[in-house]
């Protein structure tokens, strides 16, 4: 029976592949499949033959890319452990395996066993798992220091997610096992999760023992390269890290030999957790259902333009963001819906939940490291990185913010019908619609101004950025915020409003080189338009600033320039507002959105 379900699998493969390539004859994914093709070609498989051309890197340059390893594989380990803490502090209702509807529809009633079923669900993860070994090892072979061939870091990436996958679909199956027949099961969820907890204290007190009595650990790129590798060999971390150190061993393994050694171990655990996995006797089929609906939902979400909910608790009521009176500026009312729809998707108790957890393990995580290379600088080192992690999150903010917040025209796709009845100039109803997005990036954005402000020369050591140069400068830079993130929302609801086919197939949660070259073509035309909109504003300020701040000091200048700098950019507002409800006007119901 299982070589019936392998030839299902397969079968449905070679169908994707079929239904990806005929559907290229549509000019939209076949100009994304040549823009991701082209991309792919130039930033990733030329650039590494002309790597490998050069031969052997210099030791500088080998002691930076084996930073940039131990970082990238702490940037994998970090957010498989609180995912896997999160399946113990929080587990699904009903766990289970993913299965499509369909599979659920044929399979499920059919004459198969239940471990016949799970050896289908395990293996069928196996196409996935390795597609994106593949991919591993194209974005990031140039940090590759060992002497291995693609293949086998490959495989050893494939180690790494396999055994992720296994131990968490075995940490769900056996909670369900454990709800099912309510032997202690609150009682070994508590005890999971202080031996979680614990684990991370013994990581983070061991590490900062050791950062402590080796200081030079930070002293540059070759230094900062010993004193990991000298970190991850230290006593007790060393036995503390054995479980990563043995699922990670074939992708640190130098050369052929040592690759095969490390994969013994290797190998040996993910055998045991396929055997836990396998030999789980747990009902998942009603837990597989609920997973199956969920991802219909969450489908039915990309559709309408809104994002999935993060986690597995149902929707509720909510009450509104603020009380709506009968009568007034019918934008307000547009103003009231959006934001319901945001608390209903974007601010929910678990994203909340989850960002908390993130800061609060980096916080605790860096604290050491951050201390050792104070007293070694004699300076004060949390202020930079504060408000070097603030620009970083406002930049984001700006860019990609308007991908994420679709709470406007772009989530009313599917009524554009209805909108079009309604008694409103197109300026002011596409007015309305953005409030809401507008809103909630302008309150983030001014968090991050406000936080850098205080963050920047707490010493007080730059002569020139006294009080009134801080508060001159975040005012100004609170003021801009709001039009600028209007000016940024205009872009892809100009561009939803012009092109709904690409819009509608870029917005999809599929993959597919193809809808990859969408994406990439959307995004750049965004930051096209963001260049183009802040090119005028930006160089009027700096003109003032430079020209006018030896006369009436910088704090005014500062001030001189944020109102030219704003009215730049509220001509600019006005005009896109006036197109788009333009645009709007005569957008075609009829046109292809598909």
Same mark, same amino acid.
């Given at each position: ?6 030839y ?6 070679? =169908? #994707?592949?079929?239904?990806? #390539? ?38 500088? $340059? ?9 970082f990238?594989?702490v ?5 498989? !452990?609180?995912?896997? /803490?999160? @399946?113990?502090? /929080? ?6 395996l ?12 059919a004459?198969f &066993?239940?471990k ?6 395990l293996?069928?993860?196996q ?8 991919l591993?090892v194209l ?10 061939s693609?293949?086998?870091v490959?495989v ?24 099912? &027949?309510?032997?202690?099961?609150v ?5 999971? $999760?202080?031996?979680? *907890?614990?684990?991370?204290? @013994?990581? $983070? ?29 230290s ?7 054995l ?30 957790h396929?055997?836990? !996995?396998?030999?789980t006797?747990?009902?998942f ?21 809104d ?18 009176p ?9 103003l009231?819906? =959006? ?6 998707t974007?601010?929910?108790?678990a994203?909340?939940?989850?960002? !908390? ?5 980096l ?5 050491? #490291? ?10 004060d *080192? ?9 620009g970083?999150?406002? @930049? ?7 991908? *994420?917040?679709?709470q406007?025209?772009?989530?009313d ?22 409030l ?18 205080? /963050? ?12 009134? *140069?801080?508060v001159?400068t ?18 892809? =609801? &100009? ?26 073509i959307l ?5 096209? !338009?963001?260049?183009?909109?802040a090119?005028?504003?930006t160089?009027? @300020? ?5 020209s006018a ?16 700098v704003? &009215?730049?950019?509220g001509g ?7 197109w ?15």
């Amino acid at each position: 029976m299982l070589g019936a379900l392998l030839y299902l699998r397969l079968t449905s493969l070679r =169908n #994707l592949l079929i239904f990806r #390539l005929r559907r290229l004859k549509q000019p939209k994914y076949l100009v994304g499949a040549v823009v991701a093709g082209l991309y792919l070609y130039f930033f990733f498989f030329r650039r590494t033959a002309m790597m490998v051309s050069r031969g052997v890197p210099a030791p500088a $340059v080998q002691s930076a890319q084996g930073i940039a390893v131990i970082f990238l594989c702490v940037a994998v380990t970090v957010p498989a !452990v609180l995912r896997i /803490a999160y @399946a113990w502090i /929080a587990p699904p209702e009903n766990p289970g395996l993913r299965f499509t509807e369909a599979e659920i529809a044929f399979l499920f009633p059919a004459p198969f &066993t239940r471990k016949s079923l799970i050896h289908f669900r395990l293996l069928s993860s196996q196409i996935a798992i390795l597609f994106t070994s593949l991919l591993l090892v194209l974005f990031f072979r140039r940090f590759s220091l060992t002497g291995n061939s693609r293949l086998l870091v490959a495989v050893g990436w494939w180690v790494v997610l396999s055994t992720f996958d296994l131990h968490l679909n075995g940490t769900n199956l056996m909670l369900s096992r454990m709800k099912d &027949t309510g032997s202690r099961y609150v009682l070994v969820r508590l005890a999971a $999760v202080a031996a979680i *907890v614990l684990y991370a204290a @013994a990581i $983070v007190v061991s590490a900062g023992a050791y950062i402590n009595a080796h200081p030079d650990v930070l002293s540059g790129p070759a230094g900062m390269d010993a004193g990991l590798r000298g970190l991850a060999a230290s006593n007790p971390l060393h036995w503390i890290l054995l479980p990563f150190r043995i699922v990670f061993g074939p992708y640190f393994a130098n050369g052929a030999r040592d690759f095969w050694v490390a994969m013994v171990p290797a190998l040996g655990l993910l055998a045991l957790h396929y055997y836990w !996995v396998s030999s789980t006797q747990a009902r998942f089929e009603e837990g597989s259902i609920a997973l199956a609906e969920k991802r219909a939902a969450t489908r039915a979400a990309a559709l309408r333009g809104d994002l999935p909910r993060m986690g597995g608790s149902a929707p509720k009521p909510l009450k509104g963001p603020f009380p709506l009176p009968p009568e007034g500026l019918p934008e307000i009312a547009f103003l009231w819906k =959006n934001v319901l729809s945001m608390r209903s998707t974007l601010l929910t108790k678990a994203t909340v939940i989850r960002s !908390v957890l993130v800061i609060v393990f980096l916080s605790i995580s860096l604290k050491p #490291l951050l201390a050792v290379h104070a007293r070694a600088s004699g300076g004060d *080192v949390y202020g930079p990185i504060i408000a070097m992690f603030c620009g970083i999150f406002a @930049a984001y903010t700006l860019l990609l913010g308007p991908q *994420v917040a679709r709470q406007d025209l772009r989530n009313d796709l599917p009524s554009m019908d209805l909108l079009k009845t309604y008694p409103l100039e197109g300026w002011r109803l596409a007015l309305g619609e953005l409030l809401a997005p507008t809103a909630i990036l302008t309150l983030i954005l001014w968090v991050c101004i406000i936080v850098c402000s205080f /963050a920047i020369d707490s010493s007080g050591s730059i002569e020139w950025l006294t009080p009134g *140069v801080r508060v001159a400068t975040a005012l100004s830079l609170a003021l801009a915020a709001p039009v600028f993130c209007f000016l940024q929302l205009i872009v892809p =609801n &100009t561009v939803m409003v012009i092109m709904p086919g690409w819009y509608q197939s870029s917005r999809s949660r599929g993959g597919g080189i193809e809808l990859m070259g969408q994406r990439m073509i959307l995004g750049l035309g965004q930051l096209l !338009v963001a260049a183009l909109v802040a090119a005028p504003a930006t160089l009027a @300020a700096m003109l003032i600033i430079f020209s006018a701040h030896l006369w009436i000091g910088v704090g005014p200048a500062i001030v001189v320039a944020a109102l030219v700098v704003l &009215t730049i950019l509220g001509g600019e507002a006005a005009v896109g507002l006036w197109w788009l409800g333009e645009r709007f006007g005569k957008f075609d119901l009829s046109s292809e959105s598909r």
